[in-house]
Every structure is written in C-alpha cells, then in structure tokens.
C-alpha cells in the first residue's frame, strides 16, 4: 500500500526559504508520477509542482516557477519541495501525492495522498 506523509511546514517571512519533504511507503519502481498540491484558505486545491520519477521530466506552476524546486530520492523514496523567495500568497496547506504512470505525467488526476504540512508566509 502506498503511503505518504509530508513534513518541513512551519511559519516563515516573505522572503524566506522552506523545503518541504515527502517520504513514501510502498513506491518500490520509478514508473510513478508524484506532485506536490497546495490549497489556500477560500481556495481550491492546485496543482503546482510535478515530477516523473521514471524520466526525471518536471513541472512547474506558473506561479511558482522560479522560487520553487522539485525533486526526489528515490532510494530515500522521499520527494521534496524546495521553495524560496516565499510570499504572503504562498500561505497554503501543502500536499504530496502520486500515482502509477506508465506513460508519464500529464494531469492532475492522482490516487494517493498525503495529509498535509501547513505553510504560512507573513508579510
């Protein structure tokens, strides 16, 4: 069974740096897509930051491109979150998540989550 658990949340000011961490139970092969997802308060779920393990091909949000990283141990089975250069807006509930892909990672469909790590970024 696959399961993940975020850590590395906490409180920070604008300007600052985070990483955040994903270890995972039960992803034993790469062809698995991973994502990272936020949701503000008043806000719905987004999808901001993407990775195939397999290929190592990446993606970012817009709004986070360039302050935000993503990558991954796989033999620590840890995926991660580096972000910088944080802003008020990037105040969320952080989530990792994944699911078997064989083919890559093209949506934001995913079937295992995490339960969350608390970001809050003052100003």
């Known amino acids: 069974q696959t399961q993940l658990e975020e850590s590395g949340g906490g409180a920070v000011q604008a300007g600052g740096s985070l990483t955040l961490s994903c270890p995972t139970s039960?992803?034993?092969?790469?062809?698995?897509?991973m994502a990272w997802f936020r949701q503000a308060p008043g806000k719905e779920r987004e999808g901001i930051a993407r990775l195939y393990l397999q290929s190592g091909s990446e993606y970012l949000a817009d709004s986070v491109k360039g302050r935000f990283t993503v990558s991954a141990d796989f033999n620590k089975h840890t995926l991660f979150l580096r972000m910088s250069n944080l802003e008020p807006e990037d105040t969320a509930l952080y989530y990792c998540a994944a699911k078997i892909s064989w083919s890559g990672c093209t949506d934001w469909t995913y079937s295992y989550w995490g339960q969350g790590t608390q970001v809050t970024v003052s100003s």
């Open positions: 039960g992803i034993t092969y790469k062809q698995y897509c």
